[in-house]
């Protein structure tokens, strides 16, 4: 079954940084625009950023705007997300996916999905 992985997930304290990274198992991420998706403790899963197949434009949820960069190496075949300035409410697990949606951020939309990496913001 074709699956993405996460990693980079960890405990930070606020105001720190992590980057996580999104990597497929057995397929190519050239031709699928990537998302990641976060769920907190009692909250439904929440799209946090986003990144286009064929332009890369980038999309933001308004919370974490300034602070989180998507990137994505082609040549590596991974995405990153880049999260600076964190807070406690950024505490979740963090999920990447891969699909070719109309809307970025309609998460049925996507086809694969990894497991999930836990990130934890507290002092």
């Known amino acids: 079954q074709l699956q993405l992985v996460e990693s980079g997930g960890g405990l930070v304290q606020p105001g720190g940084s992590l980057r996580l990274s999104c990597a497929p198992s057995?397929?190519?991420?050239?031709?699928?625009?990537i998302g990641w998706f976060r769920q907190a403790p009692g909250k439904e899963r929440e799209g946090v950023s986003c990144?286009?197949?064929?332009?890369?434009?980038?999309h933001y949820a308004d919370s974490v705007k300034g602070r989180f960069t998507i990137s994505r190496d082609n040549a590596k075949n991974t995405v990153y997300l880049q999260m600076n300035s964190l807070k406690p409410e950024d505490t979740a697990v963090y999920y990447c996916?891969?699909?070719?949606?109309?809307?970025?951020?309609?998460?049925?939309?996507?086809?694969?999905w990894g497991q999930g990496t836990q990130v934890t913001v507290s002092s």
């Open positions: 996916a891969a699909g070719s949606p109309l809307d970025v951020w309609l998460q049925d939309e996507y086809d694969y």
């Open positions: 057995e397929f190519t991420l050239d031709y699928y625009a």
């Open positions: 990144i286009s197949i064929n332009d890369g434009r980038t």
